[in-house]
């Protein structure tokens, strides 16, 4: 039986072996959110970027380029961190080039994975049924704020693991603790995601309606998947 496992900052991840895995990375505020919205939305593919200098020269070769830092979208860019700005008509068909505080981070550092795909509550159902038609060892990477960890990724990590409970063994008490966790806050998961630290943080932006759209299930059926330097719908 495969095995699913939870690294619950990436902080942590020269502690896994990313080879023969399945990555799974989530930034639900709300890096991953915009990724899956944009490919929903007709967005050709996406260049995850770590620096924004770099992100900033790809402007030259044709992309839009969005940025942001400390959940602020960065002046100069197209494109901040707001899934709503993903589904504008301006976006259909254009490559993005996108770097974020910790999303972008956690999807290079997972580079030597056999597959990286990224997910969010809005595609958890595409991520949960794909996983299960490789029968490969899974880890879902939360990406955290700056390295320490946080609740509304952890939430959606312990999502993963329950709907793989079927089918895969829990390797380690990260994935249990994961799964607890998404169990008991489901029935009020609005309420429990508000008292996290980083919706504090979001709260003074003025985004609460971004808050509570990316933690909506299932809305999209796709299937970012890391293809070379590109994220791209395989679905």
């Known amino acids: 039986m495969p095995q699913i496992d939870v690294c619950l900052s990436p902080e942590l991840l020269h ?41 900033l020269k790809m402007r030259e070769k044709g992309y839009l380029i969005a940025a942001e830092r400390d959940g602020k979208m960065v002046e100069g860019f197209d494109l901040g961190n707001s899934p709503f700005s993903y589904m504008e008509q301006a976006v259909r068909g254009k490559k993005i080039a996108l770097t974020t505080t910790n999303g972008t981070q956690a999807i290079k550092l997972s580079e030597k994975a056999d597959e990286i795909l990224v997910g969010a509550f809005l595609n958890k159902q595409s991520i949960i049924d794909y996983l299960k038609t490789t029968q490969k060892d899974v880890l879902v990477v939360c990406s955290g704020w700056k390295g320490k960890v946080n609740l509304e990724d952890t939430l959606f990590a ?78």
Do not use: W
């Not at 502690?15 to 895995?21: A, D, K, V």
């Not at 799974?24 to 620096?51: F, K, Q, Y």
């Not at 759209?213 to 299937?223: A, D, K, S």
């Open 15 to 55: 502690l896994y072996q990313l080879e023969n895995t399945i990555v799974v990375v989530n930034d639900i505020l709300r890096a991953t959110s915009c990724m899956v919205t944009a490919l929903s939305h007709g967005v050709a593919s996406i260049v995850p970027i770590r620096e924004l200098d770099d992100c």
């Open 158 to 235: 312990g999502a993963v693991v329950e709907g793989l409970s079927d089918t895969f063994e829990m390797s380690n008490d990260s994935a249990l603790i994961s799964k607890v966790l998404y169990r008991d806050s489901k029935p009020k998961m609005l309420e429990t995601v508000l008292q996290c630290s980083h919706v504090q943080r979001l709260k003074r932006l003025g985004i609460e309606k971004d808050i509570e759209f990316c933690l909506t299930e299932n809305l999209y059926n796709v299937l970012p998947k890391m293809q070379g330097e590109e994220l791209v719908n395989i679905l």
